[in-house]
């Protein structure tokens, strides 16, 4: 059973803990003295209401708006079911737009797929996330920036930033420091993540990479796991780094990035570093004609 209960990550942010078997992805509260933003509206309805009734169950009030990450299907179904104004980026909410024409009943997903307009991971999850006989209800963004945002909470406040990268161009973090030491906290929703295709590019990454090193905090909140401690998400970044640079040297060449893996450790790279590696050779591959 995976675990559906809210957690208190620092006075100031609660988060309930994604979900892997329908790519439930963390959403979370920030708490002002005056109000409260949420990041992420959740996969769906569902998803959105179970937030809700934990949020309640800890006497969290005073919903401000609720902040997207980027556009994607499982950040963005649950925002009917919070009733909040939503903030999110310009691109996000081009993205959005789109969307909301389309059907999803299981014949549409599938002729999407079929036609390489939807991932079948995508189709799969959504399928498993609700019913057959689904009324799914898109959301457009109230409010939208371009490159910055700050929002005041009361004694709390949260930064907004544009940062793009692989996993969708639209991608934003989201910082606050809390209200003293211990309370800094980096939302990072899927950004550092390979894009749907899985491909990650060296330009993307390094990129990526340079822009969230200018934030230091205690807390590092990929929306897909759980909270990363500095130490990890910096273990997490040099990987990226030191396969950005592989890449390079080998001209995308896995078994030989493998090797060098290989020496560097003493022994075989572990699963996720070689699903990383085969990422970054069909990114160079993409790009390269290869």
């Known amino acids: 059973m995976q675990d559906r209960k809210l957690r208190r990550l620092t006075d100031s ?4 803990p994604p979900e892997a078997n329908t790519d439930r992805p963390v959403l979370a509260a920030i708490c002002g003295q005056e109000r409260t933003l949420i990041v992420d509206a959740g996969n769906s309805p569902s998803h959105a209401a179970l937030f809700l009734e934990e949020v309640a169950k800890e006497q969290i009030s005073n919903l401000h708006s609720v902040v997207l990450t980027h556009c994607h299907w499982d950040h963005i179904f649950g925002a009917h079911r919070l009733n909040l104004p939503i903030i999110a980026h310009e691109r996000t909410k081009d993205a959005i737009e789109q969307m909301i024409p389309l059907s999803w009943t299981d014949e549409a997903l599938d002729e999407r797929v079929n036609k390489g307009t939807e991932f079948q991971f995508c189709a799969d999850m959504i399928k498993k996330e609700f019913a057959k006989d689904r009324d799914i209800v898109i959301q457009r963004p109230h409010k939208t920036f371009k490159d910055k945002m700050e929002i005041d909470l009361g004694g709390t406040q949260c930064y907004l930033e544009y940062v793009g990268g692989d996993h969708s161009n639209d991608s934003i973090v989201v910082y606050t420091q809390g209200n003293g030491e211990g309370e800094r906290t980096l939302f990072i929703g899927d950004c550092l993540y390979p894009n749907l295709n899985g491909r990650y590019t060296v330009a993307g990454t390094l990129s990526l990479l340079e822009k969230l090193d200018r934030y230091s905090a205690d807390y590092y909140v990929l929306s897909h796991e759980m909270p ?19 890449t390079e040297k080998t001209k995308g060449h896995g078994e030989g990035m493998i090797q060098e893996l290989t020496d560097r450790w003493g022994g075989p790279p572990e699963p996720f570093m070689l699903e990383a590696v085969h990422c970054f050779v069909q990114g160079f591959r993409s790009e390269n004609g290869g």
């Open 228 to 246: 990363l401690s500095p130490d990890e998400f910096r273990q997490y970044c040099d990987l990226l780094r030191l396969l950005c640079h592989l």
């Open 13 to 16: 942010v609660y988060f309930l």
